[in-house]
Antibody, heavy 116, light 103 residues
């Protein structure tokens, strides 16, 4: 049973970047896709996009296109989400999840706080 | 883009009640829909996928069905552990969420 473990909470300045990792237990990403989801405090779930590590194919939701980059390190079984030009509105919990058209399992989440 | 309209946004119910949540897709894109439960401070948990398939380990009081672009999620007899927020998801779109509160 694969488990996804994300990196720890981050505090960032406006205009900077953040890179969140998501490591699959057992160290293999296999042929699965991985999705990233954002949740602003007190709000709903927002799909950011997905990466297929075996082909390095990425899809981004329109509102994240251009400011977000998904990458994968197949040697360590880790996927990454980098968000640039951070602003206060990016303060949120960021989740990774294995993507089979439905999302399961999920990582525990990484809280990113953007504050001057 | 597909829009998922989930209703109601809030639902007040008592233990033992039958609870129904609906998601309507703006267009026919996929016959598959997933349902998730999220409790405060926790990641979402998959309950149902492919519209009606119960995830392993999920109690049988949870069920899902589909008819065209309308998808229904039902809890047959609400239990204390079920008070949470529920989301539907199709492809890259989530519903707005339904918070199930204690009446």
């Amino acid at each position: 049973q694969v488990q996804l473990v994300q990196s720890g909470a981050e505090v960032k300045k406006p205009g900077s970047s953040v890179k969140v990792s998501c490591k699959a237990s057992g160290g293999t990403l296999s042929t699965y896709s991985f999705t990233w989801v954002r949740q602003v405090p007190g709000q709903g779930l927002e799909w950011m996009g997905r990466i297929i590590p075996i082909t390095n194919t990425t899809n981004y939701a329109p509102q994240f296109q251009g400011r977000t980059t998904f990458t994968a390190d197949k040697s360590t079984g880790t996927v990454y989400m980098e968000l640039n030009s951070l602003r206060a509105e990016d303060t949120a919990m960021y989740y990774c999840a294995r993507d089979k058209d439905w999302f399961d399992p999920w990582g525990q989440g990484t809280l990113v706080t953007v504050s001057s | 883009d597909i829009q998922m309209t989930q209703s109601p946004s809030t639902l007040s119910a008592s233990v033992g009640d039958r609870v129904t949540i609906t998601c309507r897709a703006s267009q026919t894109f996929s016959r598959w829909l997933a349902w998730y439960q999220q409790k405060p401070g926790q990641a979402p948990k998959l309950l149902i996928y492919k519209s009606s398939v119960l995830e392993s380990g999920v109690p049988s009081r949870f069920s899902g069905s589909a008819s065209g672009t309308e998808f229904t999620f039902t809890i047959s007899s609400l239990q204390p552990d079920d008070f949470a927020t529920y989301y539907c998801q199709q492809w890259g779109t989530f519903g707005q969420g339904t918070k199930v509160e204690i009446k």
